[in-house]
């Protein structure tokens, strides 16, 4: 009952204030495209909870799936036995990996674990100790993690010393070269492909560098695709030197772009991927994908978790993929994802001094708004606001909830992000476009 809720409400204090909440009322049920509170409030949900529940709330076959996992065993530990599901789903990716090379899996419980052991092999399996990653780049919170993340402060800030040996360059963003959105993309690349150069002759010798870590489309940094021709650069770079570049498809994977995974608008070859979020549909689950032939240099026993590549989880992540072929996600994907475009272009058009750029790719997709100084001061503007809450992105955001769609803002710019369900019915999305129109009028009326 509500005066339940409201009694329960009170023990949110003794919640660590380290976790920040977009929302206040306690989420009770979800269904298809929409969550609802205790007090009634049925909400849109343009956040898949952070882009995990890609093929909607309690998808009624991914629930049956973990449900009857669940009366047959729950935890079959990894370190202890093969299980059934575990197996089961490695037959069920192998066909979709972006390349027949990537062939040895090791499933985790979230991303950031995932992260830490790609780290952990890539050192491993190169002998060498450095690790290369982008400005603007998130990959976790744990320490590893942590360590190639860039994309604000507030996450390590205090929490100092992370893992040492790691460097940066710019990711073809242009905010990170300190431009406007004008310059060429062309242009952008070879920037960033130039400060790998320099990185590797002047900081960390190839011979020491272990591996390239790269979002390939920048998430918390943004939502920018990385263009194919980065990407082919990283990968020249790679097999030039022996590093091992690894994609991070935590959250651009598993259909979310369009295509089961975000590398493959290159048809560049990672050495390791990692995936997590869409994969289980909301049950913790990651992975990390290799090569056999490089995860064989792994000692046996070296690696394992309690919880790592749970029954449930794994039986949900069968019954994900099964969804996607069987209902058709990348053609839906594609299908909604220009509808989006097309409503948020308007948008634009009507609005031409507020919103700088609309991007991304399939159904993960960014309206960035301009600063009140304009875009080359955008650096002025991140260094004035640092810790303080963004302006335009948050205030949109703001209002979109009032108006009862969950939606989310990321990285230190002006970005509100667009991470609808990729089965949302094409009214659904209609009608987040809607709110988010009527949202930004509000604001800048
Ligand atoms: N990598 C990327 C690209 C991510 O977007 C995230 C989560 N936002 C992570 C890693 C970390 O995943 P998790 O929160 O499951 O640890």
């Known amino acids: 009952t509500s005066s339940d ?107 950031s674990e995932a992260v830490e052991t790609a780290l952990k092999m890539a050192r491993i399996v190169t002998g060498r100790q450095n690790i290369i990653c982008m400005q603007g780049a998130f990959h976790g919170h744990t320490f590893g993690a942590m360590a190639v993340t860039k994309s604000k402060t507030i996450y390590s800030k205090g929490v100092a010393p992370l893992m040492p040996g790691v460097f940066s360059i710019p990711f073809p963003f242009w905010h990170q070269l300190g431009e406007t959105p004008d310059l060429p993309e062309s242009a952008q690349v070879a920037r960033c492909l130039y400060q790998l150069d320099l990185l590797l002759a002047q900081q960390t010798a190839p011979a020491d560098t272990a591996a390239i870590i790269v979002e390939p489309v920048l998430g918390e940094g943004g939502y920018v695709p990385a263009p194919a021709a980065f990407l082919e650069g990283l990968r020249a770079v790679c097999d030039k030197h022996g590093i091992l570049l690894i994609a991070d498809e935590v959250q651009s994977g598993f259909s979310r772009t369009g295509k089961f995974f975000a590398i493959e608008y290159s048809g560049v070859r990672p050495d390791i991927l990692i995936m997590a979020k869409g994969l289980a549909n909301g049950f913790p689950l990651s992975a990390v994908v290799s090569r056999k032939e490089l995860t064989d240099k792994l000692a046996s026993g070296s690696m394992g978790g309690t919880y790592a590549g749970n029954a449930v989880s794994c039986a949900a992540a069968c019954a994900v993929v099964d969804a996607m072929h069987e209902e058709n996600i990348l053609s839906q994907v594609n299908e909604r994802s220009s509808e989006l475009f097309s409503a948020l272009n308007a948008i634009k058009t009507a609005h031409p001094a507020h919103i700088l750029d609309v991007r991304g790719r399939g159904l993960m997709v960014a309206v960035e708004f301009a600063t009140p100084a304009g875009p080359g001061a955008a650096h002025d503007a991140v260094a004035a606001r640092d810790g303080v809450a963004a302006q335009m992105a948050s205030r949109v955001a703001k209002k979109c909830i009032e108006r009862g769609m969950l939606i989310l803002t990321t990285s230190v710019y002006e970005v509100v992000r667009f991470l609808p369900p990729l089965n949302i019915s094409a009214t659904d999305l209609k009608k987040g476009a809607e709110i988010f129109r009527e949202a930004v009028e509000e604001v800048i009326r």
């Open 5 to 111: 809720s409201a009694s329960l409400l009170d023990y949110g204090r003794n919640v660590t204030n380290g976790l920040g909440r977009i929302t206040e009322g306690i989420m009770t049920s979800g269904k298809g495209s929409y969550v609802e509170y205790d007090d009634g409030r049925k909400m849109l949900d343009f956040t898949c909870g952070y882009g995990v529940t890609s093929l909607g709330h309690c998808h009624p076959k991914i629930s049956k799936a973990a449900a009857d996992q669940c009366m047959n065993i729950v935890h079959a530990q990894c370190n202890i036995a093969f299980h059934e599901p575990y197996l089961r789903l490695i037959k069920k990716l192998l066909p979709i990996m972006p390349d027949a090379s990537l062939d040895s899996f090791f499933f985790w419980n979230s991303g």
